[in-house]
């Protein structure tokens, strides 16, 4: 997302689920809640409660904070990984975000 975006909760919903390959209806069927609930909700027509909002959270694996416009680092969430997996994915990540770092 782009920082001079204006906070959006609707388009970051759709981006997050859309990113995680999911449909409207699958989100929805995930939520308990009709697709157009979820329409509803990305389109900014309705508010989830505190509790859908914590549902959507751990379904996109993302952070409320980040849902709701308190921060605007993308986050990504990966509970079930081993700390052997976070730092080989964290070793990754610098290299592959350092210009300035070895080329292949």
Do not use: C, H, W
Not at 20 to 44: C, F, H, M, P
Not at 63 to 69: E, H, P
């Amino acid at each position: 997302m782009k920082e001079e975006q204006v906070y959006d909760f609707g388009l970051r919903l759709r981006q997050l689920r859309e990113d995680r390959g999911l449909s409207r209806d699958a989100l929805a069927r995930k939520l308990r809640v009709s697709k157009e609930t979820i329409y509803r909700y990305e389109n900014n027509l309705q508010n989830p409660s505190l509790e859908k909002t914590k549902q959507i959270a751990v379904i996109l694996r993302t952070s409320i904070d980040y849902l709701v416009g308190l921060d605007d680092k993308y986050t990504i969430k990966f509970p079930s990984m081993t700390k052997e997996q976070r730092d080989t994915l964290n070793l990754f990540l610098r290299v592959f975000v350092d210009r300035d770092g070895p080329v292949s």
